[in-house]
């Protein structure tokens, strides 16, 4: 089933994200994850505020980040937020950070989610919101094809 393509997330370096040598500090691009993740579930119609009036919380399970370059005040980058892996209990979501003028990788890493009830319950969304399971499912099922088909 093919899905709509999701435009990445933009996001300009502001001057509170640096250091003192004008470098982005390794702990925003952890934050740009969260922004482009937001931004993507909002794209697809199910972001957290419709998520949580469901009573479905979605706390990050894990984290990871692996640097490639040096990302500055000024700058702009591209933040693309795909769907690796889904089972209707856990999410994961891969990132990579593009420098919007020169296209150059500046950071990947993914996160990991489950989803809970506010008593803190694991919640199926195959069972507690099916259009939504199947969208998040269709997403992981396109990238996993868009993968075999470069190999």
Do not use: H, W
């Given at each position: 089933m093919s899905k709509k393509v999701i435009e990445p997330y933009m996001h300009k370096v502001q001057y509170y994200e640096t250091d003192q040598m004008a470098i982005v500090h390794h702990s925003n691009y952890i934050r740009w994850f969260e922004?482009?993740?937001?931004d993507f579930l909002d794209k697809i119609g199910y972001g957290y505020k419709a998520m949580e009036e469901q009573g479905i919380i979605s706390p990050v399970t894990g984290v990871s980040c692996e640097y490639k370059s040096m990302t500055r005040f000024g700058d702009t980058v591209r933040i693309a937020a795909k769907v690796l892996e889904f089972n209707g209990i856990r999410l994961r979501?891969?990132?990579?950070?593009?420098?919007?003028?020169t296209n150059e990788?500046?950071?990947q890493g993914e996160s990991q989610h489950c989803f809970i009830n506010p008593e803190g319950k694991i919640v199926s969304v195959k069972r507690a919101n099916p259009e939504f399971y199947n969208c998040l499912k269709?997403?992981?099922e396109n990238n996993e094809?868009?993968?075999t088909e470069k190999e």
């Open positions: 922004e482009a993740r937001v979501i891969g990132y990579q950070i593009y420098d919007a003028a990788l500046r950071s269709g997403y992981a094809n868009n993968e």
